[in-house]
Every structure is written in structure tokens, then in C-alpha cells.
């Protein structure tokens, strides 16, 4: 930890420096900053380090220096700017009238507008603020193009602010309209039922540009103004927002961007009417994802396919999904082209492949590239693997993430590879799958599902004590060491101290109420959350909710990863309404949530590569309970 501290005595140094500071000594303290990062450029703090000059000069109030310097953030480009607009100030103040000088001056205040334009709030702008507007660039053209950025991105506060700044300059005479308006934008934020009063009323026209005031608003607030009203509404119809769009004259592209939000909001209403004139729409609209919704319903539905496939975009069309569904539609009606398709994606890595094998009547064959060889890799980065090494073992996991990924990023991908597979090695499994994301070595599948902690996972497949009321055939029938595995992978990445935002911890992403259940239930130890980013607890933890949920669904994956996922609950919800009528790849497709239907092709897929890796003598793609399953 010697460079950390050397880097932290550097920034101490910085803080004592102000604008009496010997220049000597500002130059001093810079050089020895500069030296530093150049002996460790692979260092993860050199970033941090690169940026610190820019808080030396700025202490040390080194105009000339400071606007020497390339800034990363908005806070610097500030400080860059305005340290040039002085220099240019102090310019002109000391010469006759220079042509060059207010040229300069007019540069940095324009590049000063894009920051304000596209920002909600700038820091330590007052001086670049004052000169911009006391040369006329706030405009009330600009604060509205600013409004409709802001209100693009739901920015409450930014209109607040900018609001405020209409009286920033004292005495200035406040825009009353202009101000009204911008209150109109806030409340429309916050209450957005309340677009259907300014919608139905009519539109103010600027005399001067002969636009539209406040078309923004009813254009960017209409899909907002939709989540006000109920998806299962009677006979929900788009024949009153055709007025609105015709009062306000949306172009089409508007008009298409409201019809794609009014689809998607009701989409499912089962309303006749509706779903004829949904059905018309979609094929003008050529909007993928409502074509993918769509066709999810269709499988749900068991109605025709064909006709929703044929209205996807070529790019969507390859999708290894809907070339699956394109070839079991062609199988269906006896195409001899449709064994090619289902060949030509077996060979490919994925869910849809697996399944195209199985199809096939085929074992899936899963081709994995070897590792490049790296001679000597840990000698070559012995100084960072140490770091890292010493970071892990101070319970710094976060350091030692951020020290590892400086050291991965710059390096070709062959140096990635053997350095992930040495991280795999140590066992710093979260690193070695963090430096296959890096790597973007997606066919690497024994980089990016190593064997984590597979001692835990036996005791906890060995160990896991059901409840005794269950019946013993379903006791017996535990869910498997792959399966477990590959839901931990799934939703971990091995990062034992992964948290969600739902408060999901450790491996395998336990709430701590289903945590606390589970030990209960299977009497085993749990003395609290911090016990979920204990590795073994967190797997027996885990593993025995597993099982919890195989009892309920006996040897199906698909329906323990989906409650897994997304609760038990819904699992039954969606089993009630596919009512026993679909096959296992229709059940899947039409699996509602995106995250669950992604979660369940994941798993499964890992569960057979994890299988793979371990060199299980029997290989199994789909139980029959999932197979054969009507669901």
C-alpha cells in the first residue's frame, strides 16, 4: 500500500496550497504529482491523481496554468473557462481595442451557452454568467430550449432553478410569462393528469418565430399524461389525441412517438375495437419492440406468427429468438429449409441454440476457445496483482475492483484473457468474470462461469434439511449443484457483496425476509443481514429457498428461476393464464417481465455450461417435468 499512501500524502500537500503559495513550491508539488502518475500510469487512483493538479491550480489561483489544462467534469470545464475568459479580460484591459481578443472572448462565451443549454446547474459560473448575460445570451428563446431539456429528463428541480436565475441579476425586471410558464412545467411534472387542461385549450403562437409556446410540454408530457389513466380502461381509444395533435400541430414523427406510447400503454386492453385499431397501427409503425410484444402475445395466444415475424425489422429478424420461432414455423409446415435453420443456430452459443439442438433430436455442443497463452503474466504485473491482492485481504473489495479494472483496460485482449484467468485461479472470481466483460470474451464461457465456491455448494446441496412434512419423493429431489450455481452467477456475478436497490445481498441476491424465512423454515443459522455477505451462509441460505420453491415445482427450472426472479406469486398468475395450453418454448417466450424471461434462457444455459465445465457424464438441456410440461 505504499503508492496509496505516497497518493494520499500528495493530496494532503494540495490542501494546504493557496494563493500565497510560493509559485516555486505550486511547481514543486506539480512536478512531483506528474512523476508520480508517470511511474504508475497502470495505478487505479492515477485518474484521481491527474485531476488533483486542477484543485493545485486552482488553490494556488494560477490563471495561466489552470487554462492550460484539459478538463474531464463539468466542475473543471468551468474552472478552464473562466480562467481563459480572464486572461482574455485582462487582455483587453491592458491594450487598445483587439479584434482577436473579443473574437476569444465570444468563443469561451459560446462554449459557456452549451454547458448552460444542457446543464441543470453549473458550478462557479458567476463570472462566465454575468459576462454572457450582460452580452445578450440569455435570450428567452434559450431558457425555453433550456425548459424542454430540462423537462425531457423529469429535472423538478432544474426548472426550479432556472426559474430562480430569472431574477439573478439585481434590479432585472422578471418575465412574468416567461415564469408563469416555467411554474406550468413544474406542476405538469408533478401532477401530469393536469396536460389534458393546457392540451384541450389553445396554443399560444410567438409573434416573432410564429411558434408554438409550450408545444414541448404537450408533445414530451403526453406519455406521462397516459400513466395517469387506467390500462383497463373501457374501450381506450386515440381519436381525442388526434385533435390534440392536429391543435398543436404535431409532425409525424410526434404523432408516431404518441401512438407508440398509447399502444404501450394499453396494449393489453382487451377492448374489440381497440385491438383491431392497435393491429392496423403496428404495421405502419414499424417500432420493433411493440412488434416483439406482439408477437409474445400471439404465442401466448397460439395464433398466427407468421405475419407479425415478416413485419420485424431485417435486424430484428436475427434475432436467435424469432430465427428459432421462424424455423419451428417452416418445421410446421413441412419446409425443407426449416432443419437448415435450426442447424445453422444450434452451432451458435445461447438459450435458443440449446434449444434448436433439442429440436434437432441433437446434443448441444458447446465450442469454448482456448485461453492465448500468456508466458509469465503474473511476473509481468507482479506489482498490481500484489495490490490487489493486499486490497482482498483488507476486506477493500471495492479498491481492489477499481485497481483491477485500471490494470485490465488498457491491455489487448490476450493480456485480458490471462490475467482473468489468473484472477480465477486466486479465486477473485467477481474479478475474473469482471475481466471477461472487460475483454468482451463472450465465447470464453470458462472465464465467465468459473468454478466458484464449489466446496459451499456441495455442504449446501448435501446439507440442505427440508421440511419433514413434505412428502419424501419431493424431499429427495434437490435441486441440483449446476442449477444453483448458475442462479448464483446470474444474479451475483460472484460479487459476494453485491446489493441490489431492493435490498437483495451476497451471492445469490436474498432479501433478507425470504433469508430469515428460509432459516427458519430449514433451521439454519441466520443471525442477521450481514450474514447474507458470508458466502457459505449466503449459499446455504440460498440453495435451501432452492429447494423451497423445487417442492412447489418439482424438477421444473423454469418455474423455480421464474419465482425466484419474480416471486411465486406471479409464477401462478401466469400459470392461470396460460391455462395448460402452452409448450415449454411458448411458455418462456410469453413470460411477461423482460428481466424474468432473460433470467430463466440465462440460468438454464449457464446450469448446462456449468455442467459442461464439471464434466458431467450425463448432460441434461430440459427435464422432462420442463419438456413435456403443458404449462
Known sequence: MQTDAIAAYLDARIKTVNRDTPREEVNALRTDIEQFIQQHASHFLRGKLEQSIFTLLTNAEDTQALAELTPNNLERQIAVLTAKYQIEAANTSQTAENPSNDKNKSAILSEYEQLWLNNAELPNDAQLWAAWYSQGGRTEEKIYQKAEML??????????????????????????????????????????????????????????????????????????????IPENMNEPTFTPYEQWAKTWQLNEAELRDWKIAFI?????????????????????????????????????????????????????????????????????????????R?????????????????????????????????????????????????????????????????????LPQEKQLALS??????????????????????????????????????????????????????VDNRVTKTFAMAIARQ??????????????????????STAQKTAENQQLPYNGELDLFKPLNNILLGTAHLNELNAKYPNNRILIASAYNAGASRVEKWLARANGKLAMDEFIASIPFFETRGYVQNVLTYDFYYQNLQDKEKLQTFSKEEYDRLY
Not at 210 to 223: E, P, Q, R, S, Y
Open 151 to 228: 423537462f425531457g429528463k423529469n429535472d423538478a428541480k432544474g426548472l426550479e432553478i432556472l426559474t430562480k436565475e430569472l431574477e439573478k441579476i439585481e434590479n432585472a425586471k422578471k418575465d412574468e410569462q416567461v415564469a408563469a410558464h416555467l411554474a406550468l412545467y413544474q406542476d405538469l411534472l408533478k401532477n401530469p393528469a393536469n396536460l389534458k387542461t393546457l392540451a384541450d385549450s389553445l396554443p399560444l403562437i410567438d409573434g416573432n418565430t410564429n411558434k408554438i409556446i409550450n408545444k414541448f410540454v404537450v408533445v414530451l408530457g403526453f406519455a406521462r399524461y397516459l400513466r395517469t
Open 264 to 340: 404501450n400503454r394499453f396494449f393489453d386492453n382487451e377492448s374489440p375495437n381497440f385491438v383491431q385499431w392497435r393491429d392496423q397501427e403496428l404495421l405502419k409503425l414499424n417500432a420493433d419492440n411493440l412488434i416483439e410484444r406482439r408477437l409474445r402475445t400471439a404465442i401466448w395466444q397460439q395464433t398466427d406468427l407468421l405475419g407479425w415475424l415478416n413485419a420485424l425489422s431485417d435486424e430484428a429478424k436475427q434475432k436467435q429468438e424469432w430465427r428459432y420461432w421462424m424455423a419451428k414455423i417452416a418445421a410446421q409446415a413441412s419446409d425443407k429449409d426449416a432443419k437448415q
Open 342 to 410: 435450426l442447424e445453422a443456430l444450434s452451432k451458435e452459443r445461447g438459450f435458443y441454440p440449446m434449444l434448436a439442438a433439442v429440436k434437432l433430436g441433437h446434443s448441444y455442443k458447446l465450442e469454448m476457445p482456448k485461453i492465448p497463452q500468456e508466458s509469465n503474466i503474473q511476473e509481468k504485473y507482479a506489482t498490481e496483482l500484489a495490490e490487489i491482492a493486499e486490497l482482498r485481504q483488507l476486506d477493500r473489495l471495492g479498491a481492489a475492483k477499481q485497481r483491477w479494472r485500471s490494470l485490465l483496460e488498457k
Open 421 to 474: 484467468q489468473y484472477a480465477n485461479e486466486q479465486n477473485w472470481f467477481e474479478l475474473g468474470v469482471d475481466g471477461s466483460i472487460i475483454a468482451k470474451a463472450w465465447d470464453y464461457i470458462n472465464l465467465r462461469l468459473p468454478n466458484a465456491y464449489s466446496q459451499y455448494f456441495d455442504i449446501a446441496i448435501s446439507n440442505v434439511n427440508l421440511n419433514t412434512t413434505e412428502p419424501q419423493a419431493v
Open 491 to 512: 444474479e451475483s456475478t460472484w460479487n459476494p457483496m453485491a446489493q441490489s436497490s431492493a435490498n437483495a445481498r451476497g451471492l445469490m441476491q436474498l432479501l433478507p
